[in-house]
């Protein structure tokens, strides 16, 4: 699938919800979210979609900090979205996915798309914000932001190499620690 498809995908869906809260999007597309404790550390289920009697389900994995269920979440959307005939995604870094593959990669495109706005990059980037405050300051996770500058670079933005090369498996090897109060 092509970037112009994907871009093209994502602005359809903010052009026809106006939302931009993920979970509210979701709903707004009749897409259920379905949170469920799914464990810990690097093995673990992220989150997966469903098509369950022709109802369309996002499962995200509550046990992960809030920043990374709305990556899972924009992901798992892009499955939805983009490769609808399949009937289950799975969005679990462990054995099923040790070879990126282009669907990965392409929900991964989706999701950095969907969750970061060119003009609030071109901001923090421009303004002399290092690559790893300005993924903190977009609420994405650094990899997102480097999938993210590969699409704007795509459409002519003039942009720096950052400084990791993500791949569709950087969750598997993120630590990241539960949510405030677990």
Known sequence: MSYTSICQAVSRIKKK????????????????????????GPDCIKGF??????????????????VVQRFVLAHELGHAVLHSKGELRYFHEGRLFTDPSPMEKEANLFAAELLAEDRDVLALIGSGTDFFTA??????????????????????????????????????HADYPPEAGD
Do not use: Q, Y
């Open 49 to 66: 979609f469903l098509r369950n009697n022709r109802i369309p389900v996002i499962t995200v994995n509550c046990r992960l900090p809030e």
């Open 135 to 172: 993924a903190a300051r977009l609420n994405i996770p650094p990899e997102l932001l480097e999938f993210k500058l590969r699409l704007m670079r795509w459409k002519g933005c003039e942009i720096t190499e950052p400084p990791i090369h993500a791949d569709s498996t950087f969750l598997k």
């Open 17 to 40: 919800t106006r939302e931009t809260d993920i979970r509210k999007l979701c709903r707004a597309m009749g897409i259920l979210i379905s949170p469920a404790d799914l464990g810990t």
